[in-house]
């Protein structure tokens, strides 16, 4: 009920709305109504209250909530079901107990804190709270075990569509998953499955995003940045959710209607690394060479220094500074 | 205990181990000896006592349990923990069960009856009491997400290969995880993962092998038959389910050190489809030529009326009467 109020205040839009009103949209006693604004007061949302004219809502609040994420998606949005915690291990972890418990496909887990937040190859995730977005998305998927990596890329393209549109800072794509800003790490991509041979049954799709940290740990200093550092101000964090959210759901559509050929040129147009020398590193052994592109599939083309062609299906890559 | 003191009736291969030597072997008093003896005749094992010479195995109880199964595997065995059931849904789901809480690599998961047995794509798999192997393997490789359907390859050799060591019957591989004796469907492998594009975290080999049944529901009649219909005689399962684990040991084993083309000539030599005109139903459609063989990775390879080459990842094959 908080969100419904929360989103009645929002969509009148700088305006007042009157208590009778909400009271009667939302069938509830005025009582109520102004129990609900005292409790998104205390959640740190600054709601005016003008008689008999009613509440206009001033500023959100910078903390994350469930209510705040849910009053902002649309009714037949993609991601139907938000699971927010304060403090979590990890969200993927979460995610995955949900799926246990039978969650379905547009399912999303928001935490304000991870405890023990993943990345790829079993890398921890530095994951603060207040300060970033660390968030599972659970879909279900038509799709076959070796398509699956290309969620990794489609994700990324939706991050780097909803940073640029939130935060007006262009960011870049580092082959499969991080995301780059000034060429520092601001955002890493996590894609974990449960499939047999023939089909993905389920998959969780991690997004951790630095978002307002001024500090970080100095093992990761030099190598990982936030939005704010780059931008200098601070980016409220439930737009962004809902950008990425939003952004994900049209490519996602696209994506199963007309398969990955659609996300392709998207995913490339942000990409860093297609051209450049590179370093790859792979279960196989280390490959140096031009990265060429990502093929249909989405699997990496590298072309070494004898004009050899490599696939790279999973691995890391560096760019080196010449 | 019961294990303990199986083993030792076993391993004395016939001629009598005394009282004295079992509770000195066990550290443990005569009287518990007896008290093991008398659980074991329950289980239903026929132990001879004669005095002054001690117990004699006359005949195994045609009961599973995990005290049979673990009293005849070798203890640096790859398959270390066995998670026995008399009855469950499915032990695809005990495992995955299991992995949460933590299961290593190596766990057996054997139930005497599964209420919800799964097949692939969905499908029922029908498993009565007392009549089949239905059994999960915990496995943790070190392998890529396209390595993982090479592991069902490997465990239909494991199954087929036991198969025809314990009864004497020569069995054939349908790809990817059929097996058919007489043209007719004994054992389905399903083999479940999770992971992320990186890398397997877990994998999951369900096997399920008609082994005592003489009757199956007019539904799969006409398609399924058991072990024991084509041999005429009743299966000891208890030395089958060894006989597949010691299989996959040493495959696995070799797998792991060689790859795939150490596996690929032991599954195309009990192949049935190979060389033979199939029909081959995908998510992409529907495709009919001739079954080449499987290329280094475990794919299919069709050549179809026109001379054209497709690889085939997923799917049901049939192959048409003449």
Redesign the interface.
């Known amino acids: 009920m908080k969100a419904k109020v929360l989103k009645l205040l929002r969509e009148i839009n700088g305006q007042y709305i009157s208590g009778e009103k909400i009271s009667s949209e939302l069938s509830c006693s005025r009582t109520m109504v102004w129990k609900y604004i005292k409790a998104l007061r205390e959640d740190g949302y600054v709601i005016e209250a003008v008689s008999n004219k009613g509440y206009k809502l001033v500023s959100i609040s910078n903390h994350l909530s469930d209510h705040e994420i849910r009053s902002r998606l649309g009714n037949d949005h993609l991601f139907k079901e938000i699971s927010y915690h304060e403090e979590v291990e990890s969200t993927q972890n979460i995610a ?1 107990k949900l799926i ?1 418990q039978g969650a379905g496909s547009g399912t999303v887990v928001i935490a304000n804190e991870q405890t023990s937040g993943r990345g ?2 079993g890398r921890d995730w530095f994951s603060p709270k207040d300060k970033g977005i660390w968030m599972s998305l659970i879909l279900k998927p ?1 799709i ?3 398509e ?2 290309q969620l ?1 890329l489609l994700a990324a393209v939706a991050v780097t569509r909803a940073i640029s549109s939130v935060c007006s800072i262009s960011s870049e794509i580092k082959w ?1 998953n991080d995301i780059l800003v000034d060429g520092k790490k601001v955002c890493g991509i ?10 993905i ?1 389920s998959v969780i799709i991690g997004i951790g995003i630095n978002v307002n940290q001024t500090d970080f740990p100095s093992s990761i200093a030099n190598i990982a940045t936030s939005l704010a550092k780059a931008r200098g101000e601070q980016v409220e964090r439930s737009e962004l959710i809902i950008q990425i959210l939003n952004e994900f759901q049209w490519l996602y559509e696209a994506y199963l209607a007309k398969g990955f050929s659609f996300i392709k040129p998207l995913w490339e147009v942000n990409a860093i690394s297609i051209g450049k020398k590179i370093v790859a590193t792979t ?1 196989q052994g280390r490959l140096t060479g031009i990265a060429e592109g990502i093929n249909d599939e989405g699997v990496l083309i590298l072309r070494d220094d004898n004009g050899k062609v490599h696939h790279i ?3 890391d890559i560096t760019i080196p500074k010449d």
Chains 1, 2 share one sequence.
Do not use: F, H, I, V
């Open positions: 995955q246990n790829r190859l038509e076959t075990l070796r699956a990596p990794t499969p996590l894609t974990e499955m449960q499939a047999d041979p023939d089909r049954k279960a299906y999973s691995g």
